[in-house]
């Protein structure tokens, strides 16, 4: 997967040029136009281009709503009350999705407490306090960048062997899962902070400093504050690629069969809706597939519940300041 | 502007206690209620290992827990080794497989002090399916099999198999080296566990995926566990096998007697004799052998003989008896 936050910040950049571009072209343009003879091939590329990006979109479109009607079709006639309430059962009619729901919840919940703090914390270090000249400070730029390209089941190897086993030991409970999901996010979130922190005008700063505020102060008051909506949007994307991960959570004990909802966040014994799902698509039934796919609906609407209050609390944010 | 801002941090901080509160709130309301029967056992029993076993584990956990709520039953799909690798640490209380526990797997148990019987609580009959217009494969040798399905083998088209099948091109389809099916396949019919042509159409772990191309192909091949062919009649057929002793369908019967070979198999629970000292775990695996023709028709899976069944039934004694120390 590709870092979203690089890419951001690519395009951003890449605009910037164009949009500079454009502006030697403009001028260019009344020239041009001026001598009076605008080059029909300039009128033909902007618009060929214009098909291009419109295409671009329409494929991505295209994609998602082939997978969201595909997904209903197969899974409308399971769609009701029964799919939420009920537990996983080796009997499709009487299968569920109740524990794999709280399961999610506990899990992607306890990981979002767990990881924004931190993230957050790592980003106000990184923009703020330490000093690029530093050796120490650029090997951990560089390497919370190389953490994002780790594949997601070293996340797994890695959550068995030390938050489950190892130095934490806390066994196979949902909060493990939360935990080794949290580390498999954390450079996504900490690299849209950082963003967020950097976009915010020097000029805030330097007035609050300038008016006698501490730096705590400073960032407290008002970078932070300033910078949520960024950091919320960093959140949204950590906890769409958390909420469908599968591979690492099996690995730190998920389990495809629990009739009872986490009691807590140290409970043993919990499921979540990937791995449900992973696990009733790998059935003979022809009954079960359908639940997998009624089961997808649920999960994205999940997750859009989920990011809706994050976008929530970035507009609310976003509109303030 | 101040205050208005540290409203803002605390409705943020207050909006994500509602969430978790709810969260929690909604998983108080089912705490176990388990204080109906007088005679239920309460516990919860730990299980994890070969997802080909694993249906077979959950019917038997759901049917027991509908007799006994109180006792809590969890199955996960490590695979059988990621199943064994838990089990001799200690984590788990049964371990399901789909092969016999290997001598490494052996050891690091006998390190645990962690001792155990293999247990067959159901049977599998591999099966070699092909196309349903497919008129001329009724049956095919294992050496047949293995000139397919063998690791030299450059074999593409069914006349190469034999010159008096008609000209049609062999599309094979198979699962991917993770599957305990791969690995049980091709040591039975390959000679060596592992050993297998690459190019094939790998299906992973998906066997759905194998019985659509088949499907779709006049001249596909694929195998699979019994219960896709039963699930899939009207779509594959399932070939006789020959293993020198005449030509064997896969049948409920057939696997049960032992003669469909080398492709029938059994399906292992592996529990621990300190786990099975436990009031709960006991009444399970007995539960288990007991209401076996259940279980597996539950699961798809085919269920114990008589003899299989008393083997079982005999081994849990004595692990029950030995397993203290």
């Known amino acids: 997967m590709p870092d979203p936050d690089r890419q951001d910040r690519e395009t951003r950049s890449r605009m910037r040029t164009s949009a500079r571009q454009a502006i030697t072209a403009a001028g260019a343009d009344t020239e041009s136009l001026a001598l009076g003879r605008r080059s029909k091939s300039e009128a033909w590329k902007s618009v060929a281009f214009l098909a291009l990006m419109l295409f671009c979109v329409l494929v991505a479109l295209a994609l998602l709503v082939t997978l969201i009607i595909d997904a209903f079709i197969d899974g409308s006639s399971r769609l009701n009350a029964d799919l939420l309430t009920q537990f996983p059962s080796g009997v499709p009619e009487n299968a569920g999705l109740q524990s794999a729901i709280f399961g999610s919840l ?3 919940g306890m990981m979002i407490i767990t990881v924004v703090p931190l993230a957050v914390g790592a980003a106000i270090y990184l923009e703020e306090y330490a000093d690029r000249s530093k050796w120490y400070n650029r090997i951990v730029e560089l390497n919370i960048q190389n953490l994002a390209a780790v594949p997601s089941i070293v996340f797994g190897i890695l959550g068995l062997g030390l938050i489950v086993r190892g130095p934490l030991d806390l066994g196979f409970v949902a909060y493990a899962g939360s935990l080794t999901l949290a580390l498999l996010v954390l450079p996504t979130v900490i690299l849209a902070s950082r963003e967020a922190i950097r976009s915010v005008p020097s000029s805030l700063s330097d007035g609050s400093m300038a008016l006698g505020a501490t730096k705590w102060q400073t960032i407290w008051h008002h970078v932070l504050p300033n910078a949520i909506p960024g950091i919320a949007t960093g959140t949204i994307l950590a906890v ?22 986490p009691e807590g966040p140290f409970s ?3 499921t979540t809706l990937p791995v449900q799902i992973f ?15 009624a089961g997808i609906i649920v999960l994205l609407f999940i997750l859009l519940l989920m990011n809706s209050f994050a976008i929530w609390i970035r507009n609310r944010y976003a509109r303030q300041t | 502007m101040r205050i208005s801002r540290r409203r803002r941090y605390g409705l943020i901080l207050a909006a994500s206690a509602i969430a978790i509160g709810g969260i929690a709130a909604g998983c108080g309301d089912d705490d176990d209620d388990s204080s109906n029967g007088g005679e239920d056992l309460s516990g919860s029993i730990t299980i994890d290992g070969s997802s080909t076993v694993a249906p077979l584990s959950e019917a038997a956990a759901e049917q027991f827990q509908a007799e006994n709520s109180g006792v809590r039953v969890t199955v996960g799909t490590s695979g059988t080794g990621g199943g064994f690798e838990k089990f001799c640490r200690g984590e788990t209380d049964i371990s399901d497989a789909s092969r016999s526990i290997k001598d490494e797997e052996i050891q690091a148990c006998a390190d645990a002090g962690i001792t155990y019987e293999e247990i067959t609580v159901g049977n599998d009959g591999l099966s070699v399916a092909v196309n349903l217009e497919n008129d001329w494969a009724q049956c095919l040798t294992v050496e047949q099999l293995n000139a397919i399905w063998g690791p030299d083998s450059k074999v593409n088209n069914w006349n190469q198999v034999d010159p008096s099948f008609p000209d049609e091109e062999l599309v094979l389809f198979g699962p991917g080296t993770d599957s305990g099916t791969f690995d049980f396949f091709t040591e039975a019919i390959n000679g060596e566990e592992g050993a297998q042509r690459t190019d094939y159409n790998n299906v992973g772990e998906d066997d759905n995926q194998a019985v659509t191309g088949v499907e779709g192909n006049v001249g596909g091949m694929a195998y699979f566990g019994f219960s896709f062919i039963q699930e899939n009649e009207d779509k594959v057929r399932a070939v006789e096998v020959d293993s020198g002793n005449g030509c064997v369908a896969p049948s409920t019967e057939t696997v049960q007697a032992g003669e469909y070979t080398p492709l029938g198999r059994g ?16 009444g399970f695996a007995r539960f288990y052998i007991e209401n076996n023709d259940a279980i597996a028709e539950q699961a798809l899976a085919i269920p114990l003989s ?16 030995g397993g203290g120390e």
């Open chain 1, 268 to 270: 043993e014994g919990y």
């Open chain 1, 106 to 108: 506990w899990v992607i």
């Open chain 2, 306 to 321: 008589d003899d299989q069944r008393e083997q079982a039934n005999a081994q849990i004694d004595t692990l029950v008896s």
């Open chain 2, 267 to 282: 399906l292992f629970i592996y529990p621990s004799g300190e786990a099975l000292q436990r009031p709960e775990v006991q």
């Open chain 1, 240 to 261: 769409s690629r958390a909420i469908g991960e599968t591979a690492p959570l099996l690995l730190v004990g998920a389990t495809v069969f629990v009739t009872f909802n």
């Open chain 1, 279 to 293: 696990n009733w698509v790998s059935r003979p039934q022809d009954e079960f597939r359908t639940l997998a796919a």
